[in-house]
């Protein structure tokens, strides 16, 4: 299934070389796994692996936090946040539909850094641009930017003969390290539920820096099928899925990702859905067994009628059982109910549950 | 990838070994390997029938599940039932102890309906290309 359209981020040819298994994502040619997912599984959550982020895309923004219009692109208060932190948020439509999830880093009082998914890069951009103040200065940095996430129990380990002076990087904080002779910014962030790093620098230097990093016998190289079963454990929503364009930040239940003491656009149409109520919201089930949802299959209720759609679905390694996230009706949104998940003629039992599945990460250690 | 000199194949990646009276089921090094990481199987209830290339169990990987069709039709007299707690047997051991199901076959000819070991192997080079 070749697919000539397909990007290709600068580790393709090490992906290769590893003898990865490529699957198209986001409009890029991505590993979904190399030694396999249980085992990529387990070097993430057990010691230390590193993913190929580089599709994701990246904006500098140079201005006031209000007066550049940044401010009211994001649900989540930026002007207090202090330099060398990073917060997470919602871009939204007028609707108060999710444009895209994103970070926000604020690099100097008045520079900042964000990160938006892959497949919404080009639709972001046109967005900031339409919306940011003709005093602000944008700039896709996507292109000249490689990412490479390091995730894992060991990832701290790793990383302070790495990067010196990474110890003290406080979780959701960022700093700037010199790194293979080149300055790059290093946070502590990431989508697996365990201590990490996300790791930016010059498109041109990620090869390098993956080489260098797999020196270390203990850093594993994971894929993006490991990758979605991490975050899937730790509830952590994906755009396109949890999230989309038809459905509002307090749907998809990132309600505490949104600020409503200041503006931002989508705002109204999020108040007004907050005074009538909602209909349906982002639920986390757990399957009685191995047996495990799939994204597009139906949620029924007890008496079998349809209540909603699974978003993600995996089975767990932690639980050994099967996991999901779905959207349902909101009357059966309540942990503890029961429900079933899969298609007309073949339905499993599950029940509504917290959707943080895994508790025991090395996130904040 | 694996193939058993004596064994007989489907299309589908199934497998099939004729023991004295009956015969035994699997999928091959090939459909495990394609799946990766197997996580349920779904076997059928022994005493059931079941016809030539008609569905006999299912099987999910961590992303995602996929059906698993019978290379002879007859009574399935026996189950695996060490793929309830260990799944992953069908990857560590696709021919042997990965076994899925053991079929009194109600028709042996129909085995002139599958491919032998040289015959899969052809068929392999040409679903790779």
Redesign the interface.
């Known amino acids: 299934m070749e697919n000539k359209n397909l990007k290709f981020t600068p580790l393709h040819d090490e992906h290769v070389s590893l003898k990865a298994k490529m699957v198209p994502f986001g409009g890029w040619d991505m590993p979904v ?1 190399y030694d ?3 085992k990529e599984y387990e070097y993430t959550r057990r010691g230390v692996a590193i993913f190929d982020i580089c599709h994701m895309g990246e904006f500098l923004v140079f201005g006031d936090a209000v007066e550049s219009g940044l401010d009211n692109l994001v649900t989540q208060k930026i002007a207090d946040m202090p330099v060398g932190t990073c917060r997470y948020g919602c871009m939204l439509n007028d609707r108060g539909g999710i444009m895209d999830d994103l970070i926000v880093f604020r690099k100097a009082e008045q520079e900042w850094f964000i990160v938006v998914n892959a497949s919404t890069t080009a639709k972001d951009a046109a967005h900031f641009q339409k919306h940011l103040s003709p005093k602000a200065q944008f700039k896709d940095i996507s292109s000249q930017t490689g990412k490479i996430d390091i995730q894992g129990p060991l990832s701290r380990d790793v990383m302070k003969n790495f990067a010196p002076g990474i110890e003290k990087l406080e979780f959701y904080s960022f700093g700037m390290f010199k790194c293979l002779g080149e300055e790059v910014l290093i946070s502590r962030t990431g989508y697996t539920g365990e201590l990490g790093y996300e790791i930016y620098m010059p498109w041109s230097k990620a090869a390098d820096f993956w080489k260098a990093l797999l020196k270390d016998a203990r850093v594993k190289p994971a894929g993006l ?1 490991a990758r ?2 991490l975050r899937l454990e730790v509830g952590y929503s994906l755009y396109g899925h949890e999230l989309n364009e038809e459905k509002t930040p307090l749907e998809s239940s990132l309600t505490r990702f949104v600020n409503f003491d200041k503006d931002f656009i989508g705002k109204n149409a999020l108040i007004t859905q907050k005074n009538i109520g909602l209909n349906e919201q982002v639920i986390g089930f757990t399957a009685l ?4 949802p ?1 994204a597009e299959q139906k949620l029924f209720a007890q008496d079998g009628s349809v209540i909603g759609v699974v978003t993600s679905g ?2 767990s390694p932690a639980l050994i059982k ?1 996991i999901g996230l779905g959207f349902v009706k909101t009357g059966y949104a309540k942990q503890g109910t029961s429900i079933f998940f899969g298609e007309d003629k073949s339905k499993n039992p599950a029940i509504v549950s917290s959707r943080i599945f895994y508790k025991g990460g090395s996130l904040k250690q | 990838m694996e193939i058993i000199e004596h064994y007989h194949y489907t299309k589908d990646h199934e497998w099939v070994c004729i023991e004295e009276d009956l015969v035994v089921v699997g999928i091959t090094d090939y459909a495990q390997s394609s799946l ?2 197997i ?2 199987v ?1 076997l059928p209830a022994v005493d059931t029938e079941v016809e030539q290339f008609e569905e006999l169990a299912s099987v ?6 996929s059906d698993i069709f019978s290379p002879l039709g007859g009574k399935i007299v026996d189950v695996n039932h060490n793929l309830e707690e260990e ?2 047997l069908i ?1 560590r051991s696709p021919y042997d102890r990965g076994w899925i199901a053991k079929i009194v076959a109600s028709d042996m000819d129909q085995l002139g309906n599958l491919m032998n070991a040289e015959e899969y192997e052809s068929f392999l080079a040409t679903e790779q290309e």
């Open positions: 796994q396999g997912i249980l099928g979605d079963v067994d191995r047996r495990s799939r995996s089975f099967g | 990766g990481d996580t349920f779904e999910e990987s961590v992303k995602a599940a799944p992953g990857n």
